[in-house]
């Protein structure tokens, strides 16, 4: 039998990282590249100093973290997730999935067990996307899903790039980002809804994604004055937006219950008390269990925004920079999975990933697996995110199971 994790270390190190980027809620502010993600990093750094792992870097920040097996040279099985957050960001999005690996690592220290395979432990970078579009960054740039220049071009609201973000927090390595020739890639995350709880199952096995497709809408209409300027001579992009955005909700309500969309990002010039505004930019997402109903979502998107455009007299350009899914993952890993569960009794319940994960990216290089744990109310990218320490003990210790198992 494989040894048991320690559920207080991997429920004190997960309350300790949440010290780093507290919000006034009691959630957790790390955006990608932030002083509070280089001081998160840096802390996983130190935890991992006395486990002897060899760290490397790559260019795009994504940290690596390698354990030797007895096979030197055999591939290494590959697992972790993300320590960034978003704004309203929880303490379990992504930590969870990082420290559990953690959480490996040092069990098997403590054990003295030495596994066949090498393996390694990754922290992404800018899993969230919120600072810096897209989503999924660090993973994209490894998988060669974007290129190294297009990604350290990319600029925040205030107009600092990725470039100048991962110099300023010392996080730009040495590697040139390129797959690491794993045997397999296995991510820990939270479920971010309210399935398993529902269903009281203890671990969930996904077995794929929805597909997702991102847009930037930029409206522009024409400047003028809010007073002189009569009803029907104005183009007002902040107005055309404002249809935009429930149009957007009323297309995910149609496409419900597998379909989801929501406008997030608004951007709006002069932003002048006393000013049509001229230009509004928006970011929005459709996405859709089934990859044809995302595409027709965005099929609809693009004729109400046809409408919308004409009636008003604006243009409506559409960027649409970025997409994920469908996914599948490894029906192999995911029995191993179930397997691993099943000896420790405990249940599990299939289901599709709504969100976007690391792992979508690495399920293109590799053989990869998802397993969730319950999140307590569904409840996510919210300081009231909550998952209990018997929970996420339990998904840690499934995770060890079955690297033991795939590093044999
Ligand atoms: C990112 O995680 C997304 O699902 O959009
Ligand atoms: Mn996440
Ligand atoms: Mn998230």
Redesign the pocket.
Known sequence: MTPSINADRLWQSILELARIGPTSEGGSCRLALSVEDKEARALLLDWCRPLNLHFEQDAIGNMFLSRKGRMDTAAAVAFGSHLDTVPTGGRFDGTVGVLAGLEVMRTLHDANITTGAPLELVNWTNE??SRFRP?MMGSRVHAANMSLEAALAITDDEGTSVEAALHDSGQAGALVPSPRGWTCWLELHIEQGPVLEASGADIGIVTGTMH?RYFQLMVTGEPSHVGPTTMDRRRDSLAAAAEIILAVERIALAAEPGGRASATWIENYPNARGNVANITRLHC?VRHEQAENAVAMEHELRGVLNAIGLRRGVNIAIDPYASFGPVAFDTRLADLLRDKASMRQLTTRDMIAA??HDSVLMASLTPSAMLFIPSVGGITHNPREYSTKEQIARGAQILLDAVVELAR
């Open positions: 969230e996307g989503a997702a997402d969100a976007g």
